[in-house]
């Protein structure tokens, strides 16, 4: 069976290729005629045909009045913008760390505790706490801050765990839970 999609992926491939087996062995293709683009292809320059007026580039704009212009750290007068500096309402350029407000009285309580508000399940949303003990190796749900997982035999990185994960009950059975 490989053999045969291997035979049949050769002749797709010399099919593609000039002088393959599509186009027949020992003819090479038309001057000019490509397989992708069929014809010849047409190159334009970018300089202006002779006899053209060739365009001026623009003139850069005056240097300003050393005698109008505020020595730096000098307030602007209201409504002109001090040389270097930006104007009231423009955002800075540059790295710019953007906070915003929580949304609600529990994603506040949730970040103050040290925890991440976030997106989990079906979409809804809650607090994420690292564990202390993550990594830790375990027997029981009993010695671990959040789930004691059976898999790795160790304490979760983060509580709540969502999902299906198999777990150490606090009397060592071994159980699948699942949380949306």
């Known amino acids: 069976m490989r053999l045969a999609v291997l035979a ?13 087996a599509g186009q027949g062995a020992g003819k090479t293709p038309a001057k000019g005629a490509s397989p992708i683009t069929g014809g010849e292809v047409t190159v334009t320059p970018l300089t202006p045909p002779p006899g053209a007026a060739a365009a ?3 003139s850069p704009p005056p240097a300003p009045d050393p005698a ?12 002109e913008v001090a040389q270097g500096e930006t104007p009231k309402g423009t955002p800075p350029k540059g790295d710019v760390t953007v906070v915003t407000p929580p949304a609600s009285p ?26 202390r003990d ?3 190796s375990c ?17 979760a990185p983060l509580k709540p765990m969502f999902g299906c994960n198999e777990i150490f009950q606090d ?10």
Not at 148 to 155: M, V
């Open 8 to 20: 049949f992926c050769c002749l797709a491939l010399a099919a593609c290729v000039p002088g393959g």
């Open 56 to 58: 001026t580039p623009p």
């Open 68 to 79: 109008k212009v505020p020595p730096p750290g000098a307030e602007a007068a209201k409504g």
């Open 106 to 131: 529990e994603e506040a309580a949730c970040r103050k505790e040290g925890g991440s508000w976030a997106k989990v399940g079906k979409g809804g949303r809650t607090c994420l706490k690292s564990t």
């Open 134 to 136: 993550s990594g830790k």
């Open 139 to 155: 027997s029981s749900g009993t010695q671990c801050e959040g789930l004691c997982l059976a898999r790795s035999g160790t304490c």
């Open 171 to 180: 009397d060592g059975q071994r159980v699948t839970l699942c949380i949306d």
